[in-house]
DNA sequence: CACCGATGTCCAA
DNA sequence: TTGGACATCGGTG
């Protein structure tokens, strides 16, 4: 039962159009709440399963953020792939291209 | 009911 | 370069 805070961070990881990527950083200033790490979390616990897009939301350093956590081991490899299938290019676990990035 | 830890980003020195 | 602080979420006693 996500709160109306995490709902808008879902709707907007939805938004995210294939092929692109966003830091929690906007996608926070998007929803109107400074806390990026609200966002961090939410998509942590992603209650929404695949629904909701969360390798597609980076840190502001063009890292994988909370996923740096879980890279050394398995699911991220998965995500960063996926990405890389859409577009977005990860190189050693940073964006190798920013412009991806929405704006 | 209340506390703690966890998360990512920004600022200053 | 480094450290601290910020706001919110999740689980537990």
């Given at each position: 039962m996500p709160t109306e805070f995490q709902k808008r961070v879902y709707a907007a990881v939805r938004r995210i159009p294939r092929g692109r990527v966003t830091t929690y950083r906007q996608l926070a200033d998007h929803i109107g709440c400074g806390c990026c790490r609200a966002v961090g979390q939410a998509l942590k616990r992603n209650p929404y399963a695949p629904q909701t897009?969360?390798?597609r939301v980076i840190a502001s350093?063009?890292?994988?953020?909370?996923f740096a956590g879980q890279s050394q081991g398995e699911a991220i490899a998965k995500k960063r792939r996926l990405l890389a299938k859409e577009g977005v290019v990860f190189r050693n676990g940073k964006l190798a291209d920013p412009a991806r990035v929405l704006p």
């Open positions: 897009p969360c390798h350093d063009l890292t994988l953020g909370g």
